[in-house]
């Protein structure tokens, strides 16, 4: 029975027709940021105060000016209140210009906004004074539908395929998202974020694992972290779009509707080969094999096609193995916490663009921008120096960032942004090496459920972090604090974890660390040299043993 693994060598492992299938499951990731952080540009801060229509009744000749001195209270600096206004009374307008009034209360009639300024998220529900905290909420209920798609879309992709699930997921996103942007009432458009939410995870893992599947051992990391810049250069067009449309409604189309011009997936997107062949669906595994062979010009001998068959299964592994094995329990525990800081200082610092000091829109464009280089730099730092350095480092810095940022006086701008942008590099950086660093600790049989846990330890954090910002209330100092002291010490612990730079992957809850390549021709000598395909593994054999 022939190894997939040699079929890779034949289509050549990042060939054309992998690097087609790269970016067409990285297209959909240039709109990942407009759902994760493109809220922030609709819910704007802009001047209100309560609406006093109430002594239109009493004054209908007054001025505005007028109207505003009589029924709004001043502040300390003089300025006019923008939650509170005087109680309304049963007076006549010369009472209340020779008394005035005292007694003040809520907004009970709603704000008023300045006139001529575009829709927003913030204007339109009113989302000020006691009902700003509506905003938060709505996010971390996007969150939570990340949560849900990672529950629902990772065990899907298993059970029907990753091709099924990646077309549901972004037909989902395109009807929800655009749906939205139409949504009568705050709580149905929070209906529909959870909605989308949970399409956007799915995209996520179903496009994490096309790329894992349709690439060599060698070109997986670059495969997957080349897909992560996508999301970069989103994250600048999310800059340039936002400041051009400033009507919430016609944003959220922007970040939305280009899902259906994917449309076209349904003929060239193909399933993953390795999942057909798990499957036992062996006729449509060839098909897309030797479909990927023509693109690559290359030829798949007929003889090696024939030996294709599904493995024998191996026993799965369940989420109890990953606690009774005592080196599996530290790997666990330390990457679940690692993906969990990892979210946490990621989105904390992607959710504040507007507290900063300086304009959104250029803020966003320069965290757009060292996303870019944060993602490829992963693919040499973790060959220069190793997986367990990397991720440490990276995720002692970003938190480190955050805790400096808090002691900054609020009036240093400039450098609170700049040490916001060093801390976004090293967050995202440190995000984009767990996947990699998380899909090499994991043995084989229970990688997926490891990876699994990871990832929904992250969306928790994700849901936490939106909620963690309302604590700026009491002090401004207190959300960046417990966005970056969870990295800190998390990153120490990530020092106690196995290194597995050039190692091979452990296939048994059995192996305490992954193996080096050697493995690798202990198992392949162990094979019967039959004589259909017996030159193309003596060639992989010869190869392997002169590299060991």
Not at 162 to 180: D, M, N, Y
Not at 286 to 302: G, M, W
Not at 358 to 373: M, N, R, S
Request: charged residues 15%.
């Amino acid at each position: 029975m022939a190894e997939f693994g040699e079929f890779m060598k034949i289509l050549g492992e990042f060939g054309p027709y992998q690097k087609l299938v790269i970016l067409f499951i990285s297209l959909p990731l240039l709109l990942n940021p407009f759902q994760m952080v493109g809220q922030q540009f609709m819910v704007l801060d802009v001047p209100h105060h309560c609406d006093t229509s109430w002594i239109r009744a009493v004054g209908p000749n007054l001025t505005e000016e007028e109207q505003l001195n009589l029924s709004l209270p001043r502040g300390a600096d003089g300025a006019y209140e923008q939650c509170r206004r005087y109680s309304p009374v049963d007076w006549d307008l010369d009472s209340i210009r020779t008394y005035g009034l005292n007694a003040t209360e809520e907004c009970r009639s709603g704000w008023v906004y300045p006139a001529g300024q575009p829709p927003s998220l913030l204007t339109e529900f009113d989302l000020v004074c006691n009902r700003k905290n509506l905003n938060d909420i709505s996010q971390s209920i996007y969150m939570a539908g990340l949560l849900f798609g990672a529950i629902i879309f990772g065990a899907l992709s298993d059970r029907i395929g990753r091709r099924p699930v990646f077309l549901i997921t972004i037909s989902l996103q395109g009807l929800f998202g655009v749906g939205a942007a139409f949504a009568p009432h705050l709580y149905v458009y929070m209906a529909f974020r959870c909605v989308v939410g949970a399409a956007v995870s799915g995209i996520l893992i179903t496009a994490l694992t096309l790329a894992t599947e349709w690439v060599g051992v060698s070109s997986r990391p670059k495969a997957v972290l080349i897909s992560h810049c996508f999301s970069a250069v989103g994250q600048m067009a999310l800059a340039g779009v936002s400041y051009g449309v400033r009507n919430w409604r016609l944003l959220e189309i922007a970040g939305n509707a280009p899902m259906f011009i994917l449309f076209f997936y349904i003929w060239v997107l193909p399933e993953s080969a390795r999942w057909l062949v798990t499957k036992d669906r062996i006729e449509e595994a060839k098909k897309v094999l030797q479909k990927a062979a023509s693109f690559n010009k290359c030829t798949i001998p007929p003889e090696l096609l024939e030996q294709l068959k599904a493995e024998k299964q191996t026993k799965s592994g369940s989420i109890l193995d990953l606690f009774r094995n005592k080196h599996l329990r530290k790997v666990t525990l330390i990457m679940s916490l690692t993906w969990f800081a990892d979210s946490l200082v990621y989105y904390g610092l992607s959710l504040n663009v507007t507290t900063f000091g300086l304009d959104i829109y250029l803020t966003q464009l320069a965290f757009g921008a060292v996303e870019l280089p944060a993602r490829l730099s992963c693919i040499f730092l973790l060959e220069w120096f190793g997986r367990k350095k990397t991720q440490a480092v990276l995720l002692l810095l970003s938190g480190l960032m955050c805790l400096i940022i808090t002691g900054i006086p609020e009036d240093q701008s400039v450098v609170i942004t700049v040490l916001a942008i060093i801390g976004k590099f090293t967050a995202t950086a440190s995000f984009s090496s767990s996947y990699v660093y998380t899909a090499e600790l994991f043995p084989t049989v229970i990688r997926p459920t490891g990876a699994g846990l990871c990832s929904m330890s992250a969306r928790i954090s994700g849901i936490m972090a939106p909620l963690i910002r309302l604590l700026g209330e009491f002090h401004q100092a207190i959300p960046m604090a417990l966005f970056g002291s969870p990295p800190v010490l998390v990153g120490l612990l990530c020092f106690l974890l196995p290194e597995t730079r050039g190692n091979e992957l452990a296939d048994n809850t059995g192996a305490a660390t992954p193996q080096p390549g050697s493995k690798i021709l202990e198992d392949l000598s162990k094979k019967d040299i039959t004589e259909d395909g017996a030159d193309l593994k003596k060639d992989i054999y010869t190869s392997l043993e002169t590299k060991l």
